[in-house]
Structure formats: structure tokens, C-alpha cells
């Protein structure tokens, strides 16, 4: 177990890290205001983990953020916000950046796009942000399986890649913030999926019947 405080923090309300050796996880519990949340980060180097973690502390020697590198890329696993503009703030640089990360990978395509899907959950712990490309041809394999009905529509259907950013990152900020993470959660998606829509549909080529479609799925 390892402990991470600040100066005028006590026991009880320090960050708590509890690893597990045999599966290689790591269960930890954050401040957010006066409530507690359990996190957890999985398949991480124990050595990585204690070799790689980093405290921040600010010029009040209040404790701004705790990174570890693992499995090669750096990893938030705590910050502190001031207050909800800049939780706002944080969001939304966040969402701009790991927008534009998918958007480089969605540049890369270079068949014909019939559909580009943006499919999302959030269940308050568990948050999934990605995107799938359904080219001309597949779409008209699935019009031609399923005659009876449009199926064209139902990202489940393609059998393209998904296209990510960083979930973990986006837990992170979503879940150390203050409010419903669900809220939180959906104002990321918000911007994310209008950066994208403004950027990267543009550089696609299209079919006529092209459509761009954001989903929540359960």
C-alpha cells in the first residue's frame, strides 16, 4: 500500500494505492470535494508503477496531480481541480487534443467512407469513447445480408477497426471532477464528436448517402 498526501492533508483523506501482485492491479481511492472514488488501472507493472510515479504538489503544497508512465505512456492518475471553470477547462483542452488525435487516424483513410460512427459509453466508472469507418463496400454487404431492413446504420455490423483516443485519460479527468460524472463525461463527448464532425469529415471521400453517426450504446 502507498500513500500519497499533501502538506494539510490527513490519513483519511490521502490518495490510497493498493496493488495486487498476482493480477497486477492497481485499486486506489481519490478526494473529490468532501466525497470518496475508488479508481482502478489494470495489467500495470508493478515496477513501472513504483519506479515511474510522480506527485506534483503546487506553491501551497496542495497536491495538483499523480502521473506514473506504464507500459511505455504516461498516465494521469490524479488531479486536483480549483474550481468548476477550471474543471471546464481541463475538459475541454482534453477533449480538443485527444479529438485531434483521432482525427489524424481517421486522415489515414483512404477508401470510400459510406459512414463514420462515434459510438460512446459511460456508466460512471466504466467511460468508452471511439470511432469506425463502414467503407461502400461493406455497407452494401450489409444491405445485401439483410434485404428486409436498413441495417446500414448499426455500427455493430462493420467489421472495421475501432479508432481511439485516450480512455484512461478521460476517466481520470472525468471521475476526479466534481458533479455527476455522467455530466462531465457527456460534455467531452460533446466536443469531441463536433471537433470531429468539423474536421475530419472533411477530408473523406464520400459516398452520396453518406452519413455521420453519434451514438451512446449500452
Not at 48 to 74: C, P, S, W
Not at 166 to 182: F, I
Amino acid at each position: 500500500m502507498l500513500l500519497i498526501f499533501g502538506k494539510d492533508i490527513d490519513r483519511e483523506n490521502a490518495i490510497i494505492f493498493d496493488y495486487d501482485e498476482r493480477y497486477q492491479i492497481i485499486d486506489y481511492v481519490i478526494p473529490v470535494g468532501e466525497d470518496r472514488r475508488g479508481m482502478t488501472l489494470y495489467s500495470v507493472p508493478e515496477d513501472d508503477f513504483i519506479r515511474t510515479m510522480r506527485a506534483v504538489y503546487g506553491k501551497d503544497e496542495i497536491l495538483q496531480n499523480v502521473t506514473a508512465t506504464l507500459n511505455g505512456h504516461e498516465t494521469l492518475l490524479y488531479i486536483h481541480y480549483e474550481n468548476e471553470e477550471h474543471v471546464k477547462q481541463e475538459l475541454r483542452k482534453f477533449a480538443i487534443r485527444n479529438a485531434d488525435a483521432m482525427i489524424e487516424q481517421i486522415q489515414q483513410f483512404t477508401d470510400v467512407a459510406a459512414r463514420l460512427f462515434i459510438d460512446y459509453f459511460c456508466d460512471g466508472e466504466y467511460m468508452d469513447y471511439h470511432a469506425m469507418i463502414g467503407t461502400a463496400e461493406q455497407m452494401e454487404a450489409i444491405r445485401q445480408k439483410y434485404p428486409d431492413e436498413d441495417c446500414s446504420d448499426n455500427s455493430g455490423n462493420y467489421p472495421s477497426e475501432f479508432i481511439e483516443g485516450d480512455n484512461e485519460m478521460l476517466k481520470t479527468l472525468v471521475r476526479c471532477a466534481q458533479g455527476y460524472p455522467s455530466e462531465n463525461f457527456q460534455y467531452v463527448v460533446d466536443i469531441m464528436s463536433k471537433h470531429i464532425e468539423e474536421y475530419a469529415l472533411p477530408t473523406l471521400r464520400k459516398t452520396e448517402d453518406f452519413k455521420y453517426i453519434c451514438n451512446e450504446y449500452d
